[in-house]
């Protein structure tokens, strides 16, 4: 399975996403088409794989980090990882963050794993002091906007991913001012969040 994966992700980065041809993949791997289909019945299927292993790879990088003993300094080290994995494969960060294919929804399973780094994330904003709720929103939509803009404008360039320190400690400082309201449920744990 893991060879099959290895060669839908080429494929996806050669073709784009939407590109991915099922008989092309079955050549690439030496299986007869019919037999592919004994691993992945249909082309959802094989999306539903990439997208829980690239949530994996973004767990496993996640929990390997060494951070710094300073939470803001963690949050912000936490952060610049997440950019920089976005960066690193944006056709990765299209099916794991922009839900680019129609008709396409995460199994339960994978969206597991999704709320998994989610949650770390959400642990790094408590231990910085940012325990509004409101927090975790501000804080993805900034990071995937940097990863967007960066990918978008300057694939591989530095002119987005500069300011996300300085990005940091503005959503920091403006969520420890606003400190009100009854705490809310996690978000990781609500149905249907995937990002960062």
């Known amino acids: 399975m893991e060879q099959i994966l290895a060669a839908a992700w080429e494929l996806a980065r050669r073709d784009g996403l939407g590109g991915v041809s099922l008989r092309e993949l079955a050549d ?3 299986l007869r088409q019919p037999s592919l289909y004994s691993y992945f019945p249909s082309k959802a299927e094989l999306y539903d794989a990439m997208f829980a292993q690239g949530f994996q ?8 980090l060494v951070l710094d003993p300073d939470p803001t300094a963690a949050l912000r080290q936490g952060c610049r990882h997440f950019i920089e994995f976005c960066t690193r494969d944006p056709v990765r960060y299209q099916l794991l963050f922009q839900h680019s294919i129609p008709q396409f929804s995460p199994s339960e399973r994978s969206m597991q794993i999704s709320r998994r780094a989610l949650t770390i994330l959400e642990g790094w904003l408590v231990r910085a002091g940012v325990t509004d709720p409101a927090g975790l ?21 530095q002119r987005w991913v500069q300011y996300t320190d300085d990005l940091v400690d503005v959503v920091v400082e403006v969520l420890r001012r606003r400190r009100s309201g009854p705490p809310a449920r996690s978000r990781a744990s609500r149905k249907g969040t995937t990002n960062a």
């Open 137 to 157: 929103d501000l804080m993805r939509a900034m990071l995937l906007g940097v990863a967007g803009e960066q990918i978008a404008n300057e694939p591989g360039g």
């Open 28 to 30: 690439r791997v030496d």
């Open 57 to 64: 790879e973004l767990v496993e990088e996640r929990e390997r």
